[in-house]
C-alpha cells in the first residue's frame, strides 16, 4: 500500500516568516495530492491540492509543489498570521474515482504574534 | 459546514457496552468513509462504502461494525472495546463515479473515550 512520510512534525515560526511543510510517498501511482489543515477541536478541511499532471500551485498565501520524479510534495506558506497555526495534514491518492486516502503524521504549526 | 454531521460529538464507554456512532451527509455523496484518529498517528482510514456498498476494510477488529443503510447515512457500531480504542472517530463523505481523486469532506468526529 501507499505510506506517506511528513515532516517536520513540529514547527515554530514567527508570524511573518514563511513555513514549508515536506511529504514524501511510496507509490508512483498515486496522482492526487491535497492538504488538509486541521485546527483545535476542528475537523480537518482542505485547504490545496495538486494532481500529478502539475509541478505547482499557488492560492494566495499557500502554495504547494510536487515532484513526481522524486516522490516528494511540499506545502509553503508565506507572510505566516497566527490564524495559520493548527496540524496540516497531507495524503496522497491513486487513480481511484474514491477519495482513499492516505495521511502524513501531520505537521503542529505554531505562528508566534 | 461541511455538510457532513456526526453524532454524538462525544462518547465515554465501558468496555462492555454498545455503542453507535453516526453519520450523515447531505451533499449527494455517494462514497463515504471511516477514518480514526490517534494521537501522534496518521488518520488511518478503517472503512470504505460506495453506493451503499462496503468496498474496503482495512484489518479492523470485528468489534467495529459499520452500516451503510442508504448513501447519506453511515453507522459504526461499537462492542467490547478496549482502552487503546480512545480516538477520535472522523466520517468523510466525497463523490464517486465519474469523478477521479476529490476532495473527502470531513465530519467533526466523535471524540470515543474508553474505560
Known amino acids: 500500500g501507499e505510506n506517506v512520510e511528513q515532516h517536520p512534525s513540529t514547527l515554530s515560526v514567527q508570524e511573518g516568516d514563511s513555513a514549508v511543510i515536506k511529504c514524501t510517498y511510496s507509490?508512483?501511482?498515486?496522482?492526487?495530492f491535497p492538504w488538509y489543515k486541521q485546527e483545535l477541536g476542528k475537523r480537518p478541511q482542505l485547504i490545496i491540492d495538486i494532481r500529478s499532471n502539475v509541478g505547482e500551485k499557488k492560492d494566495q498565501r499557500i502554495a504547494v509543489t510536487l515532484n513526481k520524479t522524486a516522490k516528494h510534495f511540499s506545502l509553503h506558506i508565506t507572510e505566516t498570521q497566527p490564524e495559520d497555526s493548527a496540524v496540516y495534514f497531507c495524503?496522497?491518492?491513486?487513480?481511484?474515482?474514491?477519495?482513499?486516502?492516505?495521511f502524513g503524521r501531520g505537521t503542529q504549526l505554531t505562528v508566534w504574534p | 459546514e461541511t455538510g457532513v454531521t456526526q453524532t454524538p460529538r462525544h462518547l465515554v464507554m465501558g468496555m462492555t457496552n454498545k455503542k453507535s456512532l453516526k453519520c450523515e451527509q447531505h451533499l449527494g455523496h455517494n462514497a463515504m468513509y471511516w477514518y480514526k484518529q490517534s494521537a501522534k498517528k496518521p488518520l488511518e482510514l478503517m472503512f470504505v462504502y460506495s453506493l451503499e456498498e462496503r468496498v474496503e476494510n482495512n484489518s479492523v477488529p470485528s468489534r467495529f461494525s459499520p452500516e451503510c443503510p442508504n448513501s447519506s447515512h453511515l453507522f459504526l457500531h461499537l462492542h467490547t472495546l478496549q482502552p487503546e480504542d480512545s480516538a477520535l472517530y472522523l466520517c468523510a463523505s466525497s463523490p464517486n463515479s465519474g469523478t477521479p481523486n476529490t476532495e473527502a469532506f470531513f465530519g467533526q468526529g466523535t471524540r470515543l473515550t474508553v474505560v
Open positions: 507509490d508512483s501511482a498515486s496522482n492526487y
Open positions: 495524503a496522497a491518492s491513486k487513480g481511484s474515482t474514491l477519495g482513499r486516502l492516505y
